[in-house]
């Protein structure tokens, strides 16, 4: 079975120390909620897992995969709190964009994408002519196109209507259910399955 496997992580950030030998196993299927405190870290985890940023200590890996290895970050879908799309593209090039980076084909797969998360007429409509709801479901449908087995997602939620947080709920649970898994930050109540709490 593949497992996400965090062993004695810590992360300093300047004079700060955010965590210390933290340690967690995940296995596919399960949802990992990570609480605390603004400035506890819990971006900063996510970078860690998603290979963007380096720890002070520690090791993770996936199916015995080092991060920053070619096979662990093919598994590996992030997505940031801020919306990153470029306001001179329409909504699918965006998101053709978005999925290519992570080494996904696009196609007739981005259309139905966007239709999913409720952007369906908007295909052609430049993102700097959205709302911050809309733009979060641009990004948030390239979740309905990657192929990556782990989900690091800070924030999803914001900005979303009732609609939006629903769909993604559903999607985040699909997911998992097909045996991925998911870490996630959020200020907000979910019923999510499987959820575990993670506080820093």
């Known amino acids: 079975?593949?497992?996400?496997?965090?062993?004695?992580?810590?992360?300093?950030?300047?004079?700060n120390e955010l965590f210390d030998n933290l340690s967690f196993e995940l296995s596919?299927?399960?949802?990992?909620?990570?609480?605390?405190?603004?400035?506890?870290?819990?971006?900063?985890?996510?970078?860690i897992l998603a290979g963007i940023s380096p720890g002070e200590s520690g090791n993770v890996t996936f199916n015995n995969n080092p991060t920053g290895s070619i096979a662990y970050q093919s598994d590996?879908?992030?997505?940031?709190?801020?919306?990153?799309?470029?306001?001179?593209?329409?909504?699918?090039?965006n998101l053709d964009y978005l999925t290519q980076l992570n080494g996904?084909?696009?196609g007739r797969l981005v259309d139905d994408a966007l239709a999913n998360i409720g952007l369906k007429n908007y295909k052609y409509e430049y993102a700097a002519n959205?709302?911050?709801?809309?733009?979060?479901?641009?990004?948030?449908?390239?979740l309905?196109?990657?192929?990556?087995?782990?989900?690091?997602?800070d924030e999803p939620f914001t900005a979303l209507d009732a609609d939006g947080i629903k769909s993604l709920e559903n999607q985040i649970t699909t997911h998992c259910e097909n045996g991925g898994l998911c870490i996630l930050t959020t200020h907000q109540?979910?019923?999510?399955?499987?959820?575990?709490?993670?506080a820093l």
């Open 104 to 106: 996904n084909n696009t």
């Open 28 to 47: 596919p299927g399960e949802i990992l909620r990570i609480s605390g405190a603004n400035g506890s870290g819990k971006t900063s985890l996510l970078k």
């Open 1 to 15: 079975m593949s497992r996400l496997i965090v062993n004695d992580l810590s992360c300093q950030r300047g004079y």
């Open 76 to 93: 590996i879908f992030y997505l940031g709190h801020l919306p990153a799309l470029s306001p001179e593209l329409h909504c699918k090039e």
């Open 144 to 153: 309905f196109v990657t192929q990556a087995k782990i989900w690091l997602l």
């Open 130 to 142: 959205l709302s911050a709801g809309q733009k979060r479901r641009v990004v948030l449908a390239a």
């Open 189 to 198: 109540d979910s019923k999510l399955p499987n959820l575990r709490t993670l």
